[in-house]
């Protein structure tokens, strides 16, 4: 039987939209595009503008309006490699009273990165100074090392199958920002005791193990040039004894003017090095993004192809709590008496914080150059920082948010997932990307940070054998929860999701 025509009055949701974005841009055509204000904030700075740019658009963003709806295209034809593992921790499973191991099974962690690692007496297990702790020993004496407690926290992440990164150095912690550093002077000794632990760790020296860990990053060195000649010294010998085991370093405030000056003195003096890390405490992901795409440009730019970039630590920092006062500041209490504190970290555990952590995620994965980024921290009874859990290993909001992101990596290939922005308006606020199993099922996560209320998601040259589409919900009240289950078969490729302004949506089809 043919199809009776449409009247001529009925528009679908499709059209409807369509028709809304043509009215809208209309109305804005005379107003200049741009993107939203983005802020970024590292240890001891305040948050500002990442761009200097962003401060003569300030004017012109503010009459910009924020789109109603986004678009989200997903097309399974199109395939992009293998979904990054994005998803790791800084610290963890096991910290002072308390073992989540469960827990990183669960997400599937792929990293773990030792720093401000801390045991009940608040000694840096893993710094050097832990380990070796009396600088005028003999470093080729196996008796001048104590590895025992750090051995356990490199066994607990192994065993939750995680891979380790290696911090050789001290650790700066933002809560004790005038503590004093220990740092070996002598970088023929520091160099000695570096070499010493990788042995310990991967050629079973002084009693110690096979664990074949590749990543050892050099941080919190010393020296008053940054660091940078003693990490040249360190990292050559490292290379000189197995030049098969990445060496980088050196965890800088965010992705501007110091780690550039890293690559910088690198390749000009020759220093080896396959991976550089940044650490980053912010409060928009587009701004983060523009950062990290500006460094691994300059990375390419000096001739370093291959080189990774880590986040060695990052959070969510609500830009509003602070109310115009240094992140360091802020974080010590001395301000008034420690308001603005509890307000930092109750945010971090908020849906906000969850859908900032996705938004993250999202954004980061799709740079080339990329390798990770760990969450800072997994420490429920040491960290106030430890979003991920309670003090007493209950899931967080951002909990969800990493087990959304494990499901999208277990899935495993990636394929094309572009969130539209629409010209002479705000950033949508939506990310989203995209993978599809090795037995054909799909996975789209979406996450809206300060976001559109309704996503157009669709879903282009769908394989037929996908039938159903399970929608899953993470807001202020559902945790990642089941909320709709409707069939994609025949005409139906779209859906409209309503989604809540910071929020998390997943999509199985299967």
């Known amino acids: 039987m043919p199809r009776r025509p449409k009247p001529k009055n009925t528009l679908s949701a499709g059209e409807r939209v369509a028709l809304f974005e043509a009215e809208q841009q209309e109305k804005q055509k005379r107003l200049s595009s741009g993107k939203d204000d983005v802020m970024i904030a590292s240890e001891g700075e305040k948050i500002a503008p990442a761009r200097d740019e962003a401060v003569a658009k300030k004017a012109v963003q503010k009459k910009l309006p924020k789109p109603q709806h986004a678009t989200v295209r997903v097309d399974f034809a199109i395939p992009l490699g293998e979904v990054k593992p994005m998803h790791s921790m800084c610290n ?3 910290s002072y009273g308390a073992d989540i191991s469960g827990i990183f099974k669960e997400i599937g962690v792929p990293f773990v990165r ?3 690692t801390d045991t009940a007496m608040s000694a840096r297990a893993v710094d050097i100074s832990r380990i070796f702790k009396n600088f005028d020993a003999d470093p080729s004496d196996e008796g001048s090392y104590d590895f025992e407690c750090t051995d356990a926290y490199v066994e607990a992440a192994l065993l939750s199958g995680a891979k380790v990164i290696f911090r050789l150095g001290e650790s700066k912690d933002m809560l004790e920002p005038e503590r004093k550093l220990p740092y070996i002077e002598d970088p023929d000794v520091l160099s000695r005791v570096c070499v010493n632990i990788i042995r310990h760790y991967n050629d079973g020296w002084a009693r110690g193990y096979y664990h074949g860990i590749e990543y050892f990053e050099l941080g919190g060195l010393g020296g008053s040039d940054g660091g940078f000649d003693r990490y040249r010294h360190v990292a050559n010998s490292i290379k000189l004894y197995d030049e098969n085991i990445k060496v980088g370093g050196l965890s800088f405030d965010g992705f ?4 550039k000056a890293f690559l910088r003195y690198c390749r000009k003096n020759r220093a080896p090095i396959d991976f550089v890390t940044v650490d980053c405490f912010a409060s928009d992901p587009e701004a983060v993004g523009v ?9 390419r730019e000096l001739g370093f192809g291959e080189l990774e970039v880590i986040v060695g630590k990052w959070s969510y920092i609500d830009g509003d709590a602070l109310s115009g006062l240094s992140l360091e500041r802020a974080l010590t209490g001395a301000a008034d008496g420690g308001e603005i504190r509890r307000k930092i970290f109750e945010s971090q555990r908020s849906v906000k914080g969850a859908a900032f952590a996705m938004a993250l995620l999202l954004r980061l994965s799709q740079i080339d150059g990329i390798k990770t980024a760990c969450f800072y921290d997994a420490q429920p009874t040491v960290s106030p920082f430890c979003a991920l859990t309670d003090r007493f290993g209950t899931p967080e909001k951002p909990f969800y948010s ?6 999208l990596y277990r899935a495993k290939n990636a394929v094309l997932c572009e969130s539209e922005q629409i010209e002479g308006f705000l950033h949508t606020g939506i990310y989203a990307d995209a993978a599809v199993s090795d037995s054909g099922e799909g996975v789209v996560v979406i996450s809206s940070f300060g976001g559109c209320g309704v996503i157009d998601l669709r879903l282009d040259n769908i394989s037929d054998e996908l039938y159903n589409a399970d929608i899953y919900m993470l807001d202020g009240v559902k945790n990642l929860t089941l909320c709709d289950s409707v069939p994609i078969s025949g005409m139906r490729k779209r859906l409209l999701l309503n989604v809540s302004e910071f929020g998390v949506v997943m999509v199985r089809l299967h």
Not at 402 to 407: G, I, N, P
Request: include cysteine; aromatic fraction near 12%.
């Open 92 to 94: 963890g499973p096991r």
């Open 114 to 116: 030792f720093d401000c």
């Open 256 to 259: 501007g003017a110091s780690a």
């Open 291 to 299: 950062e990290a795409e500006k460094l691994v440009a300059l990375a």
């Open 402 to 407: 990493f087990k959304a992101y494990s499901e």
